[in-house]
């Protein structure tokens, strides 16, 4: 499901379950291959491979970046190039957090 108001590039090889919120933009030569949930205002970069993976609110994702099996939390920038495996990102989580 891709909300009317996204765009993915017609280069771009999604292969489902994939989610995809408002005011996305999904480049050139990208691939999704689910499942993937992003949230709104997404911006994946062209050439990025994503896989098995969340990403909440307002994330950009660089160029080439791959990602998979992981959870990136709103607001934050993937750089270009960046392996992320098995992530959870969450810059706003205090140090503790999770348990012990």
């Given at each position: 499901?891709?909300?009317?108001?996204?765009?993915?590039?017609?280069?771009?090889?999604?292969?489902?379950?994939?989610?995809?919120?408002?005011?996305?933009?999904?480049?050139r030569?990208?691939?999704?291959?689910g499942?993937?949930?992003?949230?709104?205002?997404?911006?994946?970069?062209?050439?990025?491979?994503?896989?098995?993976?969340?990403?909440?609110?307002?994330?950009?994702?660089?160029?080439?970046?791959?990602i998979?099996?992981?959870?990136?939390?709103?607001?934050?920038?993937?750089?270009?190039?960046?392996r992320l495996?098995?992530?959870?990102?969450?810059?706003?989580?205090?140090?503790?957090?999770?348990?012990?």
């Amino acid at each position: 499901m891709i909300d009317p108001s996204s765009t993915v590039d017609p280069s771009a090889n999604l292969t489902p379950p994939v989610l995809v919120g408002t005011g996305c933009r999904i480049g050139r030569k990208t691939t999704l291959k689910g499942p993937v949930i992003l949230g709104n205002g997404c911006i994946i970069g062209d050439g990025a491979r994503l896989e098995n993976s969340i990403l909440w609110d307002n994330i950009t994702v660089g160029r080439t970046a791959y990602i998979t099996n992981s959870i990136i939390a709103s607001g934050d920038n993937i750089k270009e190039k960046a392996r992320l495996i098995g992530e959870t990102i969450n810059h706003d989580a205090p140090a503790d957090a999770g348990g012990k």
